[in-house]
Structure formats: structure tokens, C-alpha cells
């Protein structure tokens, strides 16, 4: 699957766009088919990098990287998914969950 796409890469807030908004909207989830961890993109460079929420062994925000995120292999070699049902949320709902 592919992680990412022209109409994702137009549609994402550059880094640091959404940096003074209260409660940015998260329009890409991506997620680990064999865990638990899920990454919220709030905001993208445009070539690698991205910032957003990311839960893990820990809910926080940071960047992370679209090559690691490609790179990261499960069992029998399933690998990070884009969730392409996901409708874009504000954070502050995701973290009521």
C-alpha cells in the first residue's frame, strides 16, 4: 500500500503551519496491523518528515519519519498501513478515546 499520495501530499499543512492552532485536525492515520501503535499526521514537510500524535507505548506528540514508517516490518512481513477510512478529526477527539 502506499503511504502516500499526491492528494495527501496537497492536502497536508507544511511543518509548523498548524504549530499556533488549538486543536489541528489529524487527516492521516497510518497503523500497525500487528500492535497497537497508530500515527496521527497533523503536518508534512512535502519529502519525509511528519509531526502529529503518535500512540504507542505512550500518547505523544512528535515527528516521524514516512521512510521509517515504509521500512518497519511485522510478522510474515505485513507492514504499516494508511487507513483509507479514516476521516480527518481534531486531535482533541482522538485523545478523548
Do not use: C
Amino acid at each position: 500500500m502506499k503511504l502516500m499520495t499526491k492528494e495527501l501530499l496537497e492536502k497536508l499543512p507544511k511543518l509548523g503551519e498548524t504549530e499556533n492552532q488549538k486543536d489541528p485536525v489529524a487527516l492521516v492515520k497510518f497503523f500497525t496491523p500487528w500492535s497497537n501503535w497508530t500515527w496521527y499526521v497533523t503536518e508534512y514537510d512535502g519529502e519525509d518528515t511528519f509531526f502529529g500524535l503518535v500512540h504507542g507505548f505512550e500518547e505523544e506528540f512528535g515527528y516521524f519519519s514516512l521512510k521509517e514508517l515504509q521500512s518497519l516490518k511485522g510478522p510474515l512481513g505485513l507492514g504499516i498501513e494508511r487507513d483509507l477510512y479514516w476521516q480527518p478529526k481534531p486531535i482533541s477527539q482522538i485523545l478523548k478515546k
